[in-house]
C-alpha cells in the first residue's frame, strides 16, 4: 500500500514538474507564444478532441452505461458557465476577452485533476500499469501547460496571472487529484469513474471544437489544418503509448 502511493506520489509530482516547465519556457518567449498562438490552439484543438473521442469517451461508456448523459452535461456545464462569465458583468466586451482564458483553463484543470485520480486508479490496479498508463499522460502535460498560459494570456491576463494561473489549474491540479482520490479509489466501483471522465470529455470538446477552432479560423493564419492533424497525430501517439 505505501509502495501504491508513492508511486502515485511520484508520478503526479512529476507530471506537475513537467508542466510547470512547459509554463516556465513559454513565459520567457511570450512574443513568440503571441505570434504562434494560432497554430498552438489548433494543435491543442486537435489533441483535446481526439484523446476525447478516441480514449475519454469509449472509456467512460464502458464505465459507466450513463456515461452519454455525464458527456451531454459536461458539454453544456462549460458551455453556460461561458455565457455567464461573458454576459452577466458590466463590461461584456472586458469579460468576454477574459472568458476566452477563463473556460479552457477550467477545462484543462478539470481534466488534469482527472488525471490524477487516473494516476491513483492505475497504479492501484498493479505498479506496471500505472507506469505504461503515466508514460502515455505524461507526453501531454508540457504542451498543456504552454497551451493553458497562451490561452490566458489572449484572454486579457497578464504575464505573471497568466503563469500563476496555468500553474495552479495545469499543474497542481494533477498531484491534488492524485491525493485528494487516492484515500478513496479502493471504495470506488467504475460507474463514478466513468462520469467524472464523461464529464471531463464534454468539457474538453466544448473547449476544443466550439472554443478554439473558432478562434482559430478568425486568426486567419495559413497551415493551421497541417497544426490540427499533427494534434490529432500525437493524440494517437499517447493513446497508442498508453
Sequence with gaps: MANT??????????????TSLGIFMINKHASIGKKYIAYVMAFASGVLISVSF??????SFEMNIHGPIYL????????IFGLIIGYSHDEPGKNKKHAFGIIPAIGIGFHSFIDGIIYS????????TG???????????????????????KGGF????????SFIVAAISTPLGAVVSYPFISRMQGAPLGALLALSSGALIYVGATHLLPEVKAEGKRYTLLAL????IVAIGIILVH
Design 5 to 18: 502511493f508513492l508511486a502515485v506520489a511520484v508520478a503526479s509530482i512529476a507530471a506537475c514538474l513537467i
Design 72 to 79: 451531454l452535461a459536461g458539454f453544456l456545464l462549460l458551455h
Design 54 to 59: 478516441l480514449h475519454l469517451v469509449p472509456e
Design 229 to 232: 492533424f499533427a494534434g490529432i
Design 121 to 128: 486508479v492505475t497504479f492501484s490496479v498493479s505498479i506496471y
Design 158 to 165: 497578464r504575464k505573471n496571472k497568466a503563469a500563476r494561473y
Design 131 to 153: 507506469i505504461l498508463a503515466a508514460i502515455g499522460m505524461v507526453l501531454h502535460e508540457f504542451p498543456e501547460g504552454i497551451i493553458t498560459y497562451l490561452l490566458l494570456l
